[in-house]
C-alpha cells in the first residue's frame, strides 16, 4: 500500500485513496477508465447490492460482491467520453448492507476536462497563451531554434524541481518541447503523476511550430 495513501472511512468500507479521481485533459473519445480499491474494515459481512450509474456513458465492473472482514475488492469505473467537451464529472453510486449497520451507500467520482480531436496540444496551447514551456533537448538544438519564451532544462532537472518547494499550481499548464515522441511522452506522464493534468507534449516540436505557425513565435541563430 502506498504510505501517502489516504484512507477514507465509509462505516464498513474504506476506500484506499480518494473518493474522487481527477483524469486532466483527455481527449473526446478516449476512454477514461479508473481503478477503486477498498477494504471492508468491520466486523460484519458486507453485501454489496446494486452499483447505481448516473450516466449510460459509465460502466463498473467489480472483482466480488460479498466481503468478508479485512476482504479488499476493486471497482472499475469507465467513462466513454464521446460527445463530451469541457468539464466532465461522472458518479457511481455503490450501495451495501451490514448485519449491524444496515444499508450505506458511498459516492466515486471522475472527473476530466476533454477537449476535440482537432484540438492539438499546439492548439491548446495557442488558446492557454500563458502556458508554461519547457525544451528538454539538447542545449545546441535548443539554441538552433526555440520558442520564445521557453526555458531550457533536462527532464531530470524538471522532475526535481517540481518535486520539490519550487513546484507550480497543479493547475497550470505545461508543454514539453522533446527531442523524440519516447522522451516527450514519458516526460509528460511523469508530470502527471506528480500532479501536472494539464501537461502535453508538443509532438513534432519546432518542425511542427514551424509548419503551422512558421517562425512566428520562434527565436532561431540562423
Same mark, same amino acid.
Given at each position: 500500500?502506498?504510505? !501517502?495513501?489516504?484512507?477514507?472511512?465509509?462505516?464498513?468500507?474504506?476506500?484506499?485513496?480518494?473518493?474522487?479521481?481527477n483524469?486532466?485533459?483527455?481527449?473526446? #473519445?478516449?476512454?477514461?477508465?479508473h481503478?477503486?480499491?477498498?477494504?471492508?474494515?468491520g /466486523?460484519?459481512t458486507?453485501?454489496?447490492?446494486?452499483?447505481?450509474?448516473?450516466?449510460?456513458?459509465?460502466?463498473?465492473?467489480?472483482? =466480488?460482491?460479498v466481503?468478508?472482514?479485512?476482504?479488499?475488492?476493486?471497482l472499475?469505473?469507465?467513462? !466513454?467520453?464521446? #460527445?463530451?467537451?469541457?468539464?466532465?464529472?461522472?458518479?457511481?453510486?455503490?450501495?451495501?448492507?451490514?448485519?449491524? /449497520?444496515?444499508?450505506?451507500?458511498? +459516492? $466515486?467520482?471522475?472527473?476530466?476536462?476533454?477537449?476535440?480531436?482537432s484540438?492539438?496540444?499546439?492548439?491548446?496551447?495557442?488558446?492557454?497563451?500563458?502556458?508554461?514551456?519547457?525544451?528538454i533537448?539538447?542545449?545546441?538544438?535548443?539554441? +538552433?531554434?526555440?520558442?520564445?519564451?521557453?526555458?531550457n532544462?533536462?527532464?531530470d532537472? $524538471?522532475?526535481?524541481? $517540481? =518535486?520539490g518547494?519550487?513546484?507550480?499550481? =497543479?493547475?497550470?499548464?505545461?508543454?514539453?518541447?522533446?527531442?523524440?515522441?519516447? /522522451?516527450?511522452?514519458?516526460?509528460?506522464?511523469?508530470?502527471?503523476?506528480?500532479?501536472?493534468?494539464?501537461?502535453?507534449?508538443?509532438? #513534432?516540436?519546432? =518542425?511542427?511550430?514551424?509548419?503551422?505557425?512558421?517562425?512566428?513565435? $520562434?527565436?532561431?541563430?540562423?
Amino acid at each position: 500500500m502506498n504510505i !501517502n495513501a489516504i484512507i477514507y472511512i465509509l462505516s464498513a468500507i474504506s476506500v484506499i485513496g480518494c473518493t474522487t479521481f481527477n483524469a486532466g485533459d483527455v481527449k473526446e #473519445g478516449t476512454p477514461v477508465i479508473h481503478t477503486f480499491r477498498a477494504v471492508n474494515t468491520g /466486523k460484519d459481512t458486507v453485501i454489496i447490492t446494486e452499483i447505481r450509474r448516473t450516466c449510460g456513458c459509465t460502466t463498473t465492473e467489480t472483482s =466480488k460482491k460479498v466481503l468478508l472482514p479485512g476482504d479488499t475488492f476493486d471497482l472499475t469505473v469507465r467513462v !466513454n467520453t464521446y #460527445g463530451f467537451y469541457g468539464p466532465v464529472s461522472k458518479s457511481v453510486y455503490l450501495f451495501y448492507s451490514t448485519q449491524k /449497520k444496515g444499508k450505506k451507500h458511498l +459516492k $466515486l467520482t471522475i472527473r476530466a476536462h476533454i477537449f476535440k480531436n482537432s484540438e492539438t496540444p499546439l492548439n491548446v496551447f495557442r488558446r492557454i497563451k500563458n502556458g508554461m514551456i519547457f525544451d528538454i533537448r539538447r542545449h545546441r538544438e535548443y539554441v +538552433k531554434c526555440h520558442i520564445a519564451g521557453s526555458e531550457n532544462i533536462n527532464k531530470d532537472a $524538471l522532475l526535481s524541481y $517540481l =518535486k520539490g518547494k519550487n513546484s507550480f499550481d =497543479k493547475d497550470s499548464y505545461i508543454f514539453i518541447v522533446a527531442p523524440d515522441s519516447i /522522451k516527450g511522452s514519458n516526460t509528460v506522464k511523469s508530470l502527471r503523476k506528480l500532479g501536472y493534468r494539464h501537461s502535453y507534449y508538443i509532438e #513534432g516540436g519546432i =518542425k511542427k511550430w514551424l509548419s503551422e505557425l512558421g517562425k512566428s513565435g $520562434l527565436i532561431c541563430s540562423d
